[in-house]
């Protein structure tokens, strides 16, 4: 598998911010697996261990989501450290400039 | 154009169980596509956590860089989260997810591709409940989703052991792609893991399912770049053929055709009156990798992952040689491998413009993963869910239609009384299901061949192999040939010796003997090995010659340079080029077995040829070289070289100068030879000649008797039991 969404040339933002997205993909997954979950319950025919697993694995999504949020905004603050470090110096210049 | 599923009735499932099976597909689609979305996502997580970027500010930042870090790290691999998902990304942290799964540890990616797989064998499980109910098989089930390997592979040693294994492949075959996937995505070989995925998300394979090994590597055995040769087919064949275009007639055809490496193209003349053309092309032979036809297992793999092959080539070769006009119509059909690579052609964009592929029919061919290029192409695809063979691009009964990329075709995927692979492979058992349990599929192929139903009005057979052969006896026999008359004929110079068996024994004896010999010629001494005098005796079997075969016994002597003779000539000799050489050997006697060998002999060669009986056979390690008389060959011989050759080790072949007499000339020619040949240093043969006036009259025993050779061992024998030669005619040499 190729990984073709983060590229060298990416700032920190632009990494936090398709961390939150992948977070949003992986809600959206779980949404899904417990939809499938929810279509299959009850039907004759359907394995006793189907149902069970989707959940446990959308519990699992969820989790990950969560902590593909967390991730996202530790990298927030960490972008933001970043661009105040590179902001200072140049306000400190300027002001010794007037 | 519709897609149609026959699902068989040998095993009623339970009312409801096709709508259950369609919505466990459906779903196993939606989690597969949802397992997508994890992974790519945990990749690009990792490939955050790896970027030099994230590092470098975490260095600057080294306490809010190490919490973001943390995080990730967390993300990555919380077995509650997204499991152990470091291996989606590059470089160090994929080696680092890659050693984890080596170590057992399983991303939820890969978790909820294995449930998506799971629900695919539920769904089969659902339309044939007898799978289910068989222990070995949910043994088999259980132990691969668990990812215990070797309880597996006891469950799957079990099953061959219960059923035999004809039986035990034919019940895992409607299963046989989702376990391979998921035994590949939960196995700790991470190289196999891509193949898992493919299966699971219905894409194309790249790679083995079992070990990883990728295509392009597979595909490397089957090297070649293809030949079709015309042939004929036998009196039985051709009656056999059919003769009117229908499926039946079709694929009767590619069961006559067998699976030696033929395919038939034929000329149809359709209700319309217009002439289409029908192209038929077996499977693949069971048994070892051939060289000499495509169509073998290697074959069958390299159609299988690459659109070009000896067999795609092959095919194109007999095209143009069959003379298919371009802008022609054409169907495919074809069984097994043959299915592949015509579904090969029918994918290449280049074939679909130089002829327009009306119909694309395959039986028992793994061809879901491709396409025909044009878009118009009708393709029926009839698969037995018990034969393994379809299954081997992945898409087994699991997938049913929901996986399938191409909803226009028409498949019959079903499944008969007989469990019993490869017999369920033959197409020999196709034919009898779409004449019986299939005759509603066999009427709709039909009825979409009806263009192709009418009389046959040509039918040629083209052998296809890997690889073109060279002439036979290249690169020895490419020389330029010229006839020469003879008192027996014309006879082509040099003389080519295709197929021969040579014996020649080294014997020494005195010089006195020899001078007898070489009398008529006193400027030719014979050489010298010490006190001793070498002389050979050679016998062959000619079994193809362009003088026509024939055996040869002959006599000769070893003998220097006709013009400056020097001591131990012979030896330092043998290591020039027969073209530069100026010893050789003088020949004093030939029996040869044909009138045309004999005056060839005499008038190109000049030497003293003679036909009698002789016959020569090397057999193993023992040599039988007889010259009979006049009692033929129920008589004793008169004279015979016969015992084992004892212990060789194998020598290379020297080219050889012989020398004949004429009148006023001694004639000079050249042996060229090729092949292994053996030398014996210890040979336990014996050379014995027959008493009586018989063999007095016979100038080569006669010679052999006045050299003392009665009763000799020879010092030394040269053997070799395929050797092939040229002999150009004999150079006058004014001496």
Not at chain 1, 34 to 50: H, I, K, M, S, T
Not at chain 2, 345 to 373: E, Y
Request: aromatic share 4%; proline share 7%.
């Amino acid at each position: 598998m190729t990984v073709d969404a983060v590229r060298d040339d990416d700032d920190l933002s632009a990494q936090q911010a398709r961390l939150r997205a992948d977070a949003e993909a992986l809600a959206g997954a779980e949404r899904r697996l417990l939809a499938q979950a929810a279509a299959l319950e009850g039907r004759p025919g359907v394995p006793d261990w189907c149902v069970p697993t989707l959940r446990r694995q959308a519990e699992c999504c969820r989790a990950a989501a969560d902590d593909m949020a967390a991730a996202a905004a530790g990298l927030g603050r960490l972008a933001a450290r970043a661009t105040t470090r590179r902001a200072a110096p140049r306000t400190a210049a300027r002001s010794d400039a007037l | 154009m519709a897609s149609h599923h026959h699902a068989g009735a040998a095993h009623p499932a339970e009312p409801g169980a096709a709508e259950t099976a369609r919505m466990l597909r459906e779903a196993a689609l939606e989690v597969s596509r949802c397992a997508l979305e994890v992974r790519g996502a945990a990749a690009r997580a990792g490939a955050v956590l790896g970027s030099p970027l994230f590092a470098r500010s975490s260095l600057r930042h080294p306490r809010a860089g190490m919490a973001a870090q943390w995080s990730l790290v967390r993300a990555l691999t919380s077995a509650a989260g997204l499991g152990f998902a470091l291996g989606g990304g590059d470089g160090v942290l994929k080696r680092i997810g890659q050693a984890g799964e080596v170590c057992g540890r399983e991303s939820l990616a890969n978790r909820i591709a294995v449930t998506s797989l799971r629900m695919r064998a539920a769904a089969v499980l659902a339309e044939h409940p007898e799978l289910g109910r068989d222990p070995g098989m949910r043994r088999l089930m259980d132990a691969v989703t668990g990812d215990r390997d070797v309880e597996a592979l006891r469950a799957l040693r079990a099953l061959l052991k219960d059923k035999g294994a004809e039986r035990a492949m034919s019940t895992v075959a409607p299963l046989f792609a989702e376990l391979s996937a998921i035994r590949a995505l939960l196995d700790e070989n991470p190289l196999n893991d891509e193949v898992g995925w493919q299966i699971a998300t219905g894409e194309a394979l790249h790679a083995d399912p079992w070990f990883g090994i990728a295509a392009r590597h597979l595909a490397a055995f089957d090297a070649g770049e293809g030949a079709a040769v015309a042939v004929p087919l036998d009196e039985e064949e051709r009656r056999a053929l059919g003769t009117e275009g229908s499926l039946m007639d079709f694929l009767g055809n590619i069961d006559l055709l067998r699976t030696d490496g033929r395919i038939l193209i034929q000329d149809v003349r359709g209700p319309d009156g217009v002439v289409r053309h029908v192209l038929q092309a077996p499977g693949m032979a069971p048994g070892k990798p051939r060289n000499d036809s495509p169509q073998d297992f290697v074959g069958a793999w390299s159609n299988l992952f690459d659109p070009e092959s000896p067999y795609t080539r092959g095919i194109l070769l007999a095209i143009d040689e069959y003379g298919l006009p371009a802008g022609a119509e054409i169907a495919l059909v074809g069984h097994s491998e043959g299915g592949i690579a015509l579904m090969n052609l029918a994918q290449n964009n280049a074939f679909c413009r130089r002829f327009r592929v009306t119909h694309m029919v395959a039986v028992g061919s793994p061809i879901d993963n491709k396409k025909p290029a044009d878009p118009r192409t009708w393709v029926a695809s009839v698969t037995n869910q018990h034969d393994l063979v379809p299954t081997l691009d992945g898409r087994g009964a699991g997938s049913g239609s929901v996986f399938t990329p191409h909803p226009d075709w028409y498949e019959v995927d079903y499944i008969d009384s007989s469990h019993e692979f490869p017999l369920c492979h033959t197409l020999g058992k196709y034919m009898g299901n779409l004449e019986a349990e299939l005759a509603g599929a066999r009427r709709d192929i039909d009825e979409a061949l009806t263009p192709y139903r009418g009389p046959v009005l040509r039918s040629q057979v083209y052998q296809l192999k890997d690889r073109a052969n060279p002439p036979q006896g290249y690169p020895l026999m490419a020389v330029p040939v010229s006839p020469v008359a003879t008192s027996a004929g014309p006879v082509e110079t040099p003389v080519r010796y295709y197929d021969s068996t040579a014996a020649v024994a080294i014997f020494a004896v005195d010089p006195e003997r020899v001078a007898g010999l070489l009398s008529d010629a006193s400027w030719m001494s014979p050489s010298r090995i010490g006190r001793r005098v070498l002389v050979a005796l050679s016998a062959y079997e000619h079994r193809c010659v362009s003088l026509g075969p024939y055996n040869e016994l002959s006599l000769a002597v070893l003998v220097n340079d006709l013009w400056r003779p020097r001591a131990h000539d012979v030896v330092r000799e043998l290591l020039r080029r027969a073209d530069t050489r100026r010893t050789g050997r003088q020949v004093t006697a030939l029996a040869v077995t044909t009138p045309e060998a004999a005056a060839a002999g005499r008038e190109l060669w000049g030497q003293p040829a003679a036909t009698a009986l002789v016959d020569v056979r090397l057999a193993g390690n023992r040599l039988n070289a007889t010259l009979s008389g006049p009692g033929g060959t129920d008589a004793p011989p008169l004279l015979g070289l016969t015992g084992d050759l004892g212990p060789y080790v194998p020598a290379p072949h020297v080219d050889s100068v012989l020398y004949g007499r004429t009148a006023d000339a001694t004639l000079r020619s050249m042996v060229h030879c090729a092949g292994r040949q053996r030398f014996h240093a210890a040979p336990r043969l014996r050379l014995r000649c027959a008493p009586g006036p018989a063999a007095e009259e016979e100038p080569l025993v006669r010679q052999a008797r006045a050299l003392g050779l009665d009763g000799a061992r020879p010092l030394c024998v040269f053997s070799a039991p395929e050797y092939q030669a040229r002999r150009g005619a004999g150079a006058p040499l004014p001496r």
